[in-house]
């Protein structure tokens, strides 16, 4: 594993790079990364699994030493994440379509 990839955000009204490293990568069952650089330390996980005739995924997000203000904003944040998640819910279900994950 080991690969890295960037993605740019917004936040508090400053752009702001998170790099992110691949943990864990099974094709068709599992993927993970962590932040490696940014203002949180979180990790990602997702879960593929074949669930009759439908693929089943399940989201696993975790924080690490979480600072006091994001904790506070902590409800936002949930609300932002879940928000985020829906956006990428068509993008997911065509790219697995279109590789039969």
Known sequence: MG???????????KRIEV????STYEPNHIAAWKTI???LPLTFQRVFEQVESVTQVNFLY??????LIFKLLKPL????GKQALQGD????KELMEARDI
């Open 89 to 92: 819910f068509p993008k997911l």
């Open 19 to 22: 790099v992110y490293e691949i």
């Open 37 to 39: 650089s940014g203002p």
């Open 3 to 13: 690969g890295r990839f960037s993605l740019f955000n917004e936040m508090f009204g």
């Open 77 to 80: 944040n949930v609300a932002s």
């Open 62 to 67: 975790e924080a690490d030493r979480m600072p």
